[in-house]
């Protein structure tokens, strides 16, 4: 069993940067997949940026360039790096692992922690 605590979300002005972090507890953290979702109100959680055990990674279309995904398996966290944030970007942000696999499917994930609120606007 796996437990995921977001962390570092807030209101930030658009083209900011903003840094989420994401504590893991419970299992073998380094052979996990790790990924961040996000979802506005009324719409499906969206894959965002995934980071797998082989140190391969996965970006969105949305936040590639800008997002950037890392993970520090000595100390179970992952990090979301968001540059140039847009309103766009106004979300609930969720951290997520996976057993085994790699992609950008909510079903492939099977741990998921609370989420933070992260809001773009001027």
């Known amino acids: 069993q796996v437990q995921l605590v977001e962390s570092g979300g807030g209101l930030v002005q658009p083209g900011k940067s903003l840094r989420l972090s994401c504590a893991a507890s419970g299992g073998s953290f380094s052979i996990y997949t790790i990924a961040w979702f996000r979802q506005e109100p009324g719409k499906e959680r969206e894959f965002v940026a995934a980071?797998?055990?082989?140190?391969?990674?996965l970006y969105a279309d949305s936040v590639e360039g800008r997002f950037t995904i890392s993970r520090d398996n000595a100390k179970n966290m992952v990090y979301l790096q968001m540059n140039s944030l847009k309103p766009e970007d106004t979300a609930v942000y969720y951290c997520?692992?996976?057993?085994?696999?790699?992609?950008?499917?909510?079903?492939?994930?099977?741990?998921w922690g609370q989420g933070t609120q992260v809001t773009v606007s001027s």
């Open positions: 980071f797998g055990w082989t140190s391969r990674r």
């Open positions: 997520a692992a996976a057993q085994q696999g790699l992609g950008v499917t909510k079903g492939l994930y099977r741990y």
